[in-house]
């Protein structure tokens, strides 16, 4: 039987070695603080920062929820970001994503103080991390290495094949991999035979934005299987593909009409050695994660 790696039990212990951090730094007066910026009324944005902001209360941290209006302009937009950079009680700054098409993300993101990007997608972050140099790393790729380590999955000297080159998953995470001495190699949808490349993979991280798109013939028998797709799936012959017999999910479906998969099929998780559930596996540690960077860039601001 594949092991599960249980996401949610490490988020757990991460977020108490971050509430025992911050009240180290209570005792010498600092309290962390993050602000979460929401724009407009996108509800799985609105659930996203609920929940971040909840964890902050949760863990002791300062946290300060800023709604602008939807139809704001990017000039507006960089007002409030360089209010927030330069307020004393704020450390972390997060910009929930999409913002609206009138907006300029990139303008944004680059406007955030590299010392508070808690969500590592600075381009001097970026560079930090390549570099090797302490930063401030995205979440959900933190969150990965936090699951492997944890877990007692060997990382040096592994073949590690991620799918998926975004900033702010894929890329990341390979970089991370490779620091880890991992063998990495990061695929995308101009890679000529995806199978042959995840085949070899010891560990193989998915991270493509497709409902169960690793199919088990893609998976070498034994490997860990990292899934980080987030999808929500409403067809019921797709429903039927992935989780048939899984009575307790189909009870869910039949209630809610919905279901969220992963980018790996389900099936391909029985050839796996060791995989992370969706949901139930990345998906907690990237508020954890959150949090965390929150703590160290409040740390770090302060020279401690
Ligand atoms: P993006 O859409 O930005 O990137 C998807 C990547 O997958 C691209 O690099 C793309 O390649 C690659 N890809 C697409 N189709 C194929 C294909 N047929 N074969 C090989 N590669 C392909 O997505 P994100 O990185 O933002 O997110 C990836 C997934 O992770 C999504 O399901 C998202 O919901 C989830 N996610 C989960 C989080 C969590 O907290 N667990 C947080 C963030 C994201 P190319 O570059 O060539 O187009």
Request: charge should be neutral; include cysteine; proline fraction near 6%.
């Amino acid at each position: 039987m594949p092991k599960i790696l249980d996401g949610v039990a490490i988020a757990a212990a991460i977020k108490q070695e971050v509430a025992e951090q911050v009240k180290v730094l209570a005792a010498g007066g600092v309290r962390p603080g993050l602000a979460a910026v929401l724009v407009g009324n996108v509800a799985a944005s609105q659930i996203y920062v609920r929940s971040k902001v909840q964890t902050c209360e949760e863990l002791g941290i300062f946290s300060e929820m800023i709604t602008p209006p939807e139809d704001i302009t990017t000039e507006a937009m960089l007002d409030l970001i360089n209010a927030l950079n330069d307020r004393e009680d704020i450390d972390g700054i997060l910009i929930q994503l999409p913002l609206p098409k009138q907006v300029d993300t990139k303008a944004l993101l680059d406007a955030v103080s590299p010392a508070k990007d808690v969500d590592g997608f600075h381009p001097v972050n970026a560079g930090r991390l390549q570099a090797g140099r302490p930063a401030l790393a995205p979440c959900t790729p933190a969150g990965v290495i936090e699951i492997l380590k944890r877990s007692g999955i060997p990382i040096s000297g592994q073949n590690a094949v991620v799918v998926g080159r975004s900033d702010i998953v894929g890329k990341p995470a390979a970089m991370l991999l490779l620091h880890q001495n991992a063998t990495v190699t990061i695929c995308h949808s101009k890679t000529r035979d995806l199978a042959a490349e995840t085949r070899e993979a010891d560990i193989l991280v998915a991270a493509i934005g497709r409902a169960g798109f690793i199919t088990p013939e893609m998976v070498k028998p034994g490997a860990t299987v990292i899934d980080v797709g987030i999808n929500r799936i409403t067809d019921e012959a797709e429903f039927y593909k992935f989780f048939k017999g899984d009575a307790k999910r189909e009870a869910a479906f039949a209630k809610r009409g919905s279901t969220i998969v992963g980018d790996v099929d389900p099936r391909a998780f029985e050839v796996a050695g060791a995989y992370t559930p969706v949901p139930g596996g990345v998906g907690p540690l990237t508020i954890a994660m959150l949090m965390a960077n929150t703590v160290q860039a409040a740390k770090m601001r302060r020279g401690l």
